[in-house]
């Protein structure tokens, strides 16, 4: 190969991952936005129902639980 065709070899796969970089990097933009627009904290709705629901449950109870299991 000579010398003018490595080199424009060498252009052609810089234009190349030049372009798949932008793409990728623009795709990574919208899911950000679209992740950044979603509601993560609102109230559940339907048949949500509650997880835990400490009852009687002291606060170093719960402390010691939450060192040991590392929560």
Request: hydrophobic share 40%; glycine share 4%; with cysteine.
């Given at each position: 190969?000579?010398?003018?065709?490595q080199?424009?070899?060498?252009i052609r796969?810089?234009?190349?991952?030049?372009?798949?970089?932008?793409?990728?990097?623009?795709?990574?933009?919208?899911?950000?936005?679209?992740?950044?627009r979603?509601h993560?904290?609102d109230?559940?709705?339907?048949?949500?129902?509650?997880?835990m629901?400490?009852?009687?449950?002291?606060?170093?109870n719960?402390?010691?639980?939450?060192?040991?299991?590392?929560?």
């Amino acid at each position: 190969m000579s010398n003018n065709k490595q080199i424009q070899e060498i252009i052609r796969v810089l234009i190349i991952f030049t372009i798949c970089t932008s793409l990728f990097y623009v795709a990574l933009r919208v899911i950000h936005d679209q992740h950044e627009r979603s509601h993560r904290y609102d109230p559940p709705e339907g048949r949500a129902v509650k997880v835990m629901n400490p009852i009687g449950s002291d606060w170093t109870n719960r402390l010691s639980i939450f060192f040991q299991l590392g929560e």
